[in-house]
């Protein structure tokens, strides 16, 4: 047992390895003084102090995150719902919703693309914040409700009903007793739209106006040129961002405890 | 009763006339430029709207085609697309262009004469030419030591897995009618027949299919020769001299991107006042210094330091044979097919 | 197929309900969403798919079979053929590493785990094109993993790793690894302590728990894995285009350059992607079909 939980945790340490190898280029490059990504010449700060010059790009960042924050919000709540109401109830055509909610994923990203920028100009939508987000929760929800799907498979029907025996209403019990339970699937969900989300570039371009580009879209446009350190520069500073805001919070959650 | 009636009549046409008047005063104040990804300077658009007053939306597409797939949406208005030469023509064809109104446009007059008039623009009537390139042959020095100037020498057995070409059907299609003496628009079913086996020859010596950034495989030393954008082949020798850029003698693709006003362009003033901006020498010379292509603008180019000047990818020696795409229609769908059934065989 | 079994079996033990307003009202949403933002989509390809090609892109409104008479062409067979095997040994590949490493996160204490799973997923809140090439440095013939190999004596010259196959399968497991950690996890950290420890100690030995306990209990997690891999890597193609220098192409670059390369044939991608989500929503409504047989006999 012992020998088993060492292997495993050695595996992980690899894997992790496997993980953060490119990211340390990602880091090591921020600090080269070529321009190009391509090959290291020299050490240098200057690609920090120029992202503050480039108001684009810490702009298209900034909408990135909008657009991720809301757009993961929305697809855990319309998810885990509409998974728990699939599992629950008997629903009329259950399978072919389930069919249906595949599709964004089997689509390919420019058919899903053009396909919702034409419904946008039936509906009059006009592009913005709104339709990128709303394109963005049609390819995510799907993974949500798929993780939700695997951890309610086996749920003990006796964990609901004890509740509601115990006088709950269904909401509460919702609330009380299956949120908790479903708890890590919501947070798998949630992470993998955030990072989906975050990523997207093919459905986006067609969905985004002129003043709400993601970074994506800025940093594809930016290959021709040279991808220039400056990216490596503004994603290092976001990862050690999310990095220390994890680290705190846990550190304070132990505190409080 | 009627008197109250006729009184509220005048206000309403006063009250329309001045409005009428209100908005002939106040054209909108912005424009929506639609152009390629980092193609149009921050400094050149910040210079522009505080000297006019006059915001620009500039949203980025990475292809002709992903461009006209927005625009023929309707789902956004534009003052201002920067499509390339074979772009414009089909543009042109199905009426969606606006014709520029010069009188408005009075630096027009440094476009050189040589970009003026081209086949996709005959009567010089749509189009500004932005920045001009070609697509033409590097090659690493150090590794290629034999004189290369055609299309030929760069598709040798010796090379094999040494090639980088630009991942673009209409381009490599091109390359091999020009091997055959015809002009890249020769393309009919027959000559379409007659590149099939050079393609067969050719396509599985190459390494890298790269249109977003060919410059990487070539400074990693993984290929020592390629077919690339002329402005791939300038960053690279600005990066290491030994990059050398050779037009084929066949003759080349070059392409011209100009800016150009949508038919349903809710600004069209404004655009053009974009379109006068650009071309004074001194604001057209920014652009060069961000871009490394061949400037269409005569008087900028007097201006351009000599290291500008001298980089044979962006201003080729001698009189190299060049020619624009035309709009082929349907025949691109069969260039298409070939290119994928020729990969799929690899 | 243990992984039939158990849903079943889990299935089963819920009583499903007869929906009264209240739950109607929640599922609403979703049903809205689906039919207005995935099937009206759908159904503007569909009938996109049946029209002419426009000149500028677009279509033409003009009924033709003609787009679905090219889909059948031995070309895209191939092509479809090699996706599916890109994907499928990405999915393979995905599961033998990510297992473990779900199961440690899974069995580790709640002051990890989230730890853990933030370190997961991080790495990927980049750029996909930056961590892209930033394994072309690693993998370029005077790369950094040629170099250290050079350098410990492992080989005499460089190995070409960039630009082959396998390089395009290290860059879809990297890019899918998380989609298969994170669902897998979520079914082990439900694992009964008890239960798993009692599996080891009846003296079955690790291997044998391992396969006869533990896999089948966490079966829902490892179906919602790999569904996650293997469907998104299908369609992935830039991957391919990078690390695999773009050689052959991926049914994903097919569909695409029909709407944003020089052919500007709109209806023939999406008579392409059409046929490609019939053949798939086929296929994932006959392994519930399936399922559900079973399930009822």
Request: hydrophobic share 50%.
């Amino acid at each position: 047992m012992k020998a088993v939980n060492t292997s495993l945790a050695i595996w992980t340490a690899v894997v992790m390895v496997f993980f953060y190898l490119p990211i340390a280029i990602l880091v090591g490059f921020s600090f080269n003084t070529s321009r190009l990504n391509i090959l290291w010449e020299g050490f240098t700060l200057e690609w920090y102090a120029s992202i503050w010059r480039d108001a684009v790009l810490v702009r298209a960042l900034e909408n990135s995150l909008i657009v991720a924050a809301i757009s993961t919000l929305l697809s855990v709540v319309l998810g885990t719902t509409g998974a728990w109401m699939l599992y629950r109830y008997r629903v009329p055509a259950v399978r072919l919703w389930q069919t249906l909610v595949f599709i964004p994923m089997i689509i390919p990203e420019v058919i899903m693309g053009v396909s919702l920028l034409i419904l946008f100009v039936v509906i009059q939508l006009e592009l913005g914040f709104a339709t990128i987000i709303i394109s963005h929760i049609t390819f995510c929800f799907p993974f949500v409700m798929v993780a939700i799907e695997a951890r309610l498979a086996g749920l003990d029907a006796s964990l609901e009903e004890a509740a509601m025996d115990l006088g709950a209403t269904p909401a509460v019990a919702f609330r009380k007793v299956l949120v908790p339970y479903l708890m890590p699937a919501i947070v798998s969900g949630a992470l993998m739209s955030f990072t989906l989300s975050l990523d997207e570039l093919i459905v986006t371009y067609f969905t985004a106006s002129a003043g709400t580009r993601t970074l994506p879209l800025e940093i594809f446009g930016r290959v021709k040129k040279g991808l220039d350190p400056t990216l490596n520069a503004i994603s290092t500073v976001f990862i050690l961002a999310t990095v220390s805001v994890v680290l705190i919070s846990e550190l304070l959650k132990r505190r409080s405890r | 009763m009627k008197r109250i009636a006729s009184l509220a009549g005048v206000f309403l046409v006063a009250a329309s006339v001045l409005a009428g008047c209100q908005s002939a005063q106040e054209p909108p104040k912005e424009i929506n430029l639609f152009a390629w990804s980092e193609y149009v300077p921050q400094g050149v658009i910040d210079g522009f709207t505080k000297e006019t007053g006059i915001k620009v939306n500039y949203e980025a597409y990475a292809s002709n085609e992903e461009m006209l797939a927005k625009l023929v949406s309707g789902a956004q208005k534009y003052d201002l697309i920067q499509p390339s030469e074979y772009t414009i023509e089909a543009l042109i064809k199905e009426n969606q262009l606006l014709p520029v109104d010069w009188s408005k446009v009075p630096n027009s007059k440094n476009i050189g004469s040589q970009f003026k008039n081209l086949p996709h623009d005959p009567e010089h009537k749509y189009s500004v030419p932005w920045m001009a390139g070609s697509v033409g042959i590097v090659v690493n020095s150090e590794k290629v030591t034999e004189e290369i100037d055609e299309y030929d020498d760069v598709f040798q057995e010796k090379y094999s897995g040494r090639i980088v070409v630009l991942d673009d059907p209409r381009e490599i299609v091109s390359w091999a009618l020009g091997s055959i003496g015809k002009g890249p628009n020769d393309v009919t079913p027959e000559t379409l027949e007659q590149v099939k086996p050079i393609l067969a020859k050719w396509l599985p010596l190459v390494k890298v299919y790269d249109s977003d950034s060919p410059k990487t495989a070539l400074l990693n030393g993984d290929v020592d020769i390629g077919i690339v954008w002329s402005g791939e082949a300038a960053i690279l020798y600005n990066e290491n001299p030994k990059f050398k850029y050779v037009l084929p003698k066949e003759g080349a693709h070059q392409f011209v991107d100009s800016l150009a006003i949508p038919a349903n362009a809710p600004n069209p003033e404004g655009a053009m006042a974009f379109m006068d901006y650009i071309l004074r020498p001194e604001v057209s010379k920014l652009i060069s210094a961000d871009f490394p292509y061949t400037n269409p603008n005569v008087e900028a180019q007097k201006r351009l330091s000599p290291e500008e000047k001298n980089n044979p990818a962006s201003y080729p020696p001698g009189d190299p044979k060049l020619e624009g795409f035309r709009d082929i229609g349907e025949q691109a769908v069969q260039i298409d097919k070939i290119v994928t059934d020729m990969k799929a065989e690899g | 197929m243990r992984t039939g079994q158990t849903t079943i079996a889990a299935a089963a033990s819920v009583r499903q309900r007869t929906p009264g307003v209240t739950a109607w009202l929640l599922m609403a949403p979703l049903f809205l969403w689906v039919l207005l933002f995935v099937v009206a989509p759908t159904l503007i390809m569909l009938v996109y798919s049946f029209c002419e090609r426009g000149t500028l892109g677009g279509v033409v409104f003009k009924f033709t079979l003609a787009n679905y008479a090219a889909v059948f062409d031995a070309t895209y067979l191939r092509i479809v053929i090699r996706s599916i095997l890109f994907a499928g040994l990405t999915t393979a590949v995905c599961l033998v590493m990510g297992y473990p490493v779900a199961y440690h996160i899974g069995r580790s204490s709640e002051k990890w785990r989230n730890i853990l799973l933030m370190l997961v997923m991080i790495p990927f809140w980049t750029s996909f094109l930056i961590r892209t090439y930033a394994w072309m440095t690693i993998l370029k013939s005077e790369g950094l993993l040629n170099s250290l190999l050079v350098q410990y004596g492992l080989i005499t010259q460089p190995f070409e790793m960039l630009y082959t196959p396998g390089a395009v399968v290290l860059g879809l497991v990297y890019t899918f690894l998380p989609f298969m950690i994170l669902p897998i996890y979520t079914s082990v950290e439900k694992l009964d302590n008890a239960l798993v420890e009692a599996a080891f100690d009846l003296g079955a030995g690790p291997m044998r728990a391992f396969s006869k306990v533990i896999v089948p209990m966490t079966s829902p997690g490892i179906t919602a894995g790999i569904l996650l891999v293997f469907v998104p890597a299908l369609g992935l193609y830039a991957v391919n285009d990078i690390l695999g220098g773009g050689k052959v192409d991926m049914i994903g670059n097919i569909i695409e350059n029909q709407f944003k390369g020089n052919a500007r044939n709109w209806p023939f991608g999406a008579a392409l992607g059409i046929a490609l989500m019939a053949a798939f929503g086929i296929a994932f409504w006959f392994t519930g079909r399936r399922q559900a047989t079973v399930q009822t006999s």
